[in-house]
T-cell receptor, first 119, second 114 residues
Framework: GAVVSQHPSRVICKSGTSVKIECRSL??????MFWYRQFPKQSLMLMAT?????????EQGVEKDKFLINHASLTLSTLTVTSAHPEDSSFYIC???????????????FGPGTRLTVL | AQSVTQLDSQVPVFEEAPVELRCNYS??????LFWYVQYPNQGLQLLLK??????LVKGINGFEAEFNKSQTSFHLRKPSVHISDTAEYFC????????????FGKGTKLSVKP
């Protein structure tokens, strides 16, 4: 159980175009989804946290107009990189958690990641 | 500030040797602790976690970790490594954020040599 998928797994696009990445929880309802970014040989950096039906909360330094996050349902969140540039090339990983109630830890389950290359 | 420190960026080791990957975190009243493994071009796979209870936690693939509150550490160990254990290992900590926010260490690259 607790499987999270991402699509596409790999995308190459031209500079200036927009790219949408999907994150789906396949066998549970994800009340919260997280988007991370990972540069080569570096750790994961949290970009934003989104709760179903509400606006995402972005981490400091992350441009909300550039990285559009939509969490329209309990099983789907999307990250759209608008007007992508080569410096946006990175590995994007999502995770999802299910609200388990007060006092319980809401464990995150990670997707397999999406490799974005902007030419 | 809340932080997670993985002291070794790279750990080379021979096959069948024991290994310890170190992780320290900044002190807090309550924490939840995790170790993840990442193979090249893949997402994160949970190795083990400490939420409460016994401080010695056993995970998948023969790994275990011990939560040491006084030393604010959560070191990962395996008594005998295999070539297939070659990967990047990340320690992560939740400092009690209600939504489960994780702070990751910078990772340790484990290289197992024949």
């Amino acid at each position: 159980g607790a499987v999270v998928s991402q699509h596409p797994s790999r995308v190459i696009c031209k500079s200036g175009t927009s790219v949408k990445i999907e994150c789906r929880s396949l066998d549970f309802q994800a009340t919260t989804m997280f988007w991370y970014r990972q540069f080569p040989k570096q750790s994961l950096m949290l970009m934003a946290t989104s709760n179903e039906g509400s606006k995402a909360t972005y981490e400091q330094g992350v441009e909300k107009d550039k990285f559009l996050i939509n969490h329209a349902s309990l099983t789907l969140s999307t990250l759209t990189v608008t007007s992508a540039h080569p410096e946006d090339s990175s590995f994007y990983i999502c995770s999802a958690s299910h609200l388990r109630g007060t006092g319980s830890y809401n464990e995150q389950f990670f997707g397999p990641g999406t490799r974005l290359t902007v030419l | 500030a809340q932080s997670v420190t993985q002291l070794d960026s790279q750990v080379p080791v021979f096959e069948e040797a024991p290994v310890e990957l170190r992780c320290n975190y900044s002190s807090s009243v309550s924490v939840y602790l995790f170790w993840y493994v990442q193979y090249p071009n893949q997402g994160l796979q949970l190795l083990l976690k400490y939420l409460s209870g016994s401080t010695l936690v056993k995970g998948i693939n023969g790994f275990e970790a011990e939560f040491n509150k006084s030393q604010t550490s959560f070191h990962l160990r395996k008594p005998s490594v295999h070539i297939s254990d070659t990967a990047e290992y990340f320690c992560a900590v939740n400092y009690g954020g209600s939504q489960g926010n994780l702070i990751f260490g910078k990772g340790t690259k484990l290289s197992v040599k024949p």
